[in-house]
């Protein structure tokens, strides 16, 4: 019988704990040997995939927590809500585990999550290959829009450049970056004052003197100077936020890689097809889980040209990832894919809330007005203001009032006055008659009302 590696006053029942718990603390796969049988791995791995009523019910709360802080940010946080993946997300393979392969667990929770410095790593690749312009759109993305949102990285490889310690493969698109860097048009995007505020806010004494007059230098010097690297020093307006995705069918799931080459990787014996296949288990987050992607800007970093366009390069530079690109490991054989289409969704999404805080807005100025507009106005108005305010949508403004007058709101010279307010009102809207021309004058509501203001001007009521 499979145990976990706990103390025996800990029992053996963990089906209560998050997965990350009985993946890692819980993990119960051990025989009497302490040892991991080859036909008990994939049965403790489906032992540590379902999420119980309670870890769901953790997990909804801490997205909804993410949610509601965005919300009171306003819209310094972009938000990219529900994005569905078209394939199996998996991170944290490196971490120790004794299946060899681990995963990200956020702790003290024992959920699955990408760290938002993957997210931040993933969307800065895509940010960089669309200022160097290696795709036709740039997305509006230059250079120095970079280093503003995301920080500058001295040790950039298209900074730095190719080294003779890199295999070829690797110096020959070190070089590839680095001419994109060098190309004429890359230096055409760079605006002006995004270069100039960056030159002022990350340089001091002599350097900032010294590309005051000439800030276009700055970007060739940067590539033979390590000091100069080494001075610019900016921290990026971008901040990522922990994902915290919602597994489809609310369970994770079982994946394998089976590599046939361990004969050449690792006993050094000639490459060839014939390898007997290793199976190698490992978790995944399922396709068709749902991630929501969330990015904190202080714009208080940023010039002023930055400040409203920020949200767009984001956005390009997300759609780029989704489409090239993808999050977590394995992202070159297919793993972590998202669909393009979830960031015109989420734009979407972004414009009706927008419009629906526009409303509000509104309502709140109009409500704000109206009541200043009441603190101004005699109490007997005041009261006339409020009962029509109560009244069914749609109802005549005379007729609310003569209705609250009949239930005996107002009495005396109150009621008479009430009674003249009405007439008047009646009187703008043609609705005054002292005659009917109807056959049964009892069904002429207009008549009826002229009546029962008579009635109260004339001191009959």
Known sequence: MAVAAVPNYMGCDFTDAPPGHRFGLYFDAWDQHWKIPDTEKREALKRVT???????????????????????????????????????FMTGLGNEHP??????????????????????GVVRRAAEELALRFYDDTGGWDIVSLWWLFGFEPNSVYLTGPSDKMPPAQREEAQRWQDAYRNPETRDAVPRDRLEALIEAALNGEQRRRYREQPFLLLDELMTSQKWRDELRNRGALMFWDVIPEPAGGKLAVDIMTPHYGHYYQ??????????????????????????????CNPVLLPKTLRDSWPILLEAAFRHAFDWLGFGAKTAVGYGQ????????????????????????????????????????SPLDRAIEEVVAAAPQGQPRYKAILNALKQGKWSGDEARQVAESIRSLMTQAGAWRVKSEKK????????????????YLEGKK
């Open 50 to 88: 379902t999420l119980n009523d309670t870890t769901r019910t953790l997990l909804g709360g801490l997205r909804n927590r993410q949610g509601a802080l965005a919300g009171s940010l306003g819209d310094s946080v972009w938000r990219l809500p529900a994005a569905q993946s078209t394939a199996p």
């Open 99 to 120: 299946l060899e392969n681990g995963f990200s667990f956020l702790n003290p929770y024992g959920l699955p999550y990408l760290p938002g410095s993957g997210v931040k």
């Open 267 to 296: 006993d050094k014996s000639m490459p060839h097809d014939s390898g007997q296949p290793n199976p190698i288990l490992f978790l995944t987050v399922p396709p068709g889980s749902s991630f929501t992607f969330h990015v904190q």
């Open 338 to 377: 998202f669909p393009g289409d979830a960031l015109e969704k989420a734009k979407a999404e972004r414009e009706a809330a927008a419009q629906q805080r526009q409303e509000e807005a509104a309502k709140e100025r109009a409500e704000a007005e109206r009541r200043e507009k009441l603190a101004a106005m």
């Open 440 to 455: 049964k004058p009892e069904k002429d509501e207009p008549y009826q009302a002229t009546l029962a203001v008579l009635a």
